[in-house]
């Protein structure tokens, strides 16, 4: 079990694609990501009533299976990640997170369907410096409803080592840069997307 820590922003497709320009001038593309990311639920949304959010990633030679639950700290989150390097496109029943996770709600596997899904190209630059290595990644997202797709663009600052505080440095920077052309959010990308594809 880990602790996510990442800051969001979200903004118009000319905005992010002029951001990108700007960091393909700084910074070298460290590499890009085709992701396919289907989330799960029961059908009267039991994981979502407790904010947790059940995500399979398909990745051209892997999947990873992630459980994420809230914390009290915005831009926080507790994750557990299982990888598979079968890529399987759908849950594996046998993992110990999910079968963890459906033994303490009593919820059979069965119960779990299909709920929302993700399809994303990642671009993804590495910031070393300072006592801080972090991960800034433009996501051009299409999210695939039941009635309807929407877009969704995305730069995400995470933090993979060194201190937290050096990264809310590098993102007020960031915030004072591009000021109201970006927004910042800490709702997640799953309740983000089913607030627009809710068609019922």
């Known amino acids: 079990m880990a602790i996510e820590m990442e800051v969001k922003f979200r903004m118009t497709a000319d905005t992010w694609a002029a951001i990108k320009a700007d960091y393909?001038?700084?910074?070298?593309?460290h590499?890009?990501?085709r992701q396919t990311n289907q989330y799960y639920d029961t059908s009267d949304r039991r994981l979502g009533a407790k904010e947790i959010g059940l995500r399979l990633r398909v990745l051209?030679?892997?999947?990873?299976l992630a459980v994420k639950r809230s914390t009290d700290e915005a831009h926080k989150r507790?994750?557990?990640e299982e990888t598979y390097t079968d890529a399987p496109d759908r849950l594996p029943p046998e993992s110990?997170?999910?079968?963890?996770?459906?033994?303490?709600?009593?919820?059979?596997?069965?119960?779990i369907a299909p709920l929302v899904m993700l399809r994303t190209e990642r671009f993804i630059y590495e910031i070393e410096e300072q006592g801080v290595k972090a991960e800034v990644c433009f996501d051009d997202v299409s999210i695939v409803g039941r009635c309807r797709e929407?877009?969704?663009?995305?730069?995400?600052?995470?933090l993979l080592s060194g201190r937290e505080e050096r990264l809310y440095q590098i993102v007020q920077a960031f915030k004072n840069q591009y000021g109201t052309t970006v927004e910042e959010s800490s709702i997640p990308k799953l309740v983000y997307a089913l607030n627009l594809v809710n068609c019922e």
């Open 78 to 80: 507790i994750e557990i």
């Open 150 to 158: 929407h877009k969704l663009y995305e730069i995400e600052f995470e």
């Open 96 to 111: 110990p997170a999910l079968q963890a996770l459906l033994g303490e709600l009593g919820i059979q596997y069965d119960d």
């Open 31 to 33: 590499h890009i990501e």
């Open 24 to 29: 393909d001038g700084e910074h070298a593309l």
């Open 60 to 64: 051209e030679d892997r999947s990873i």
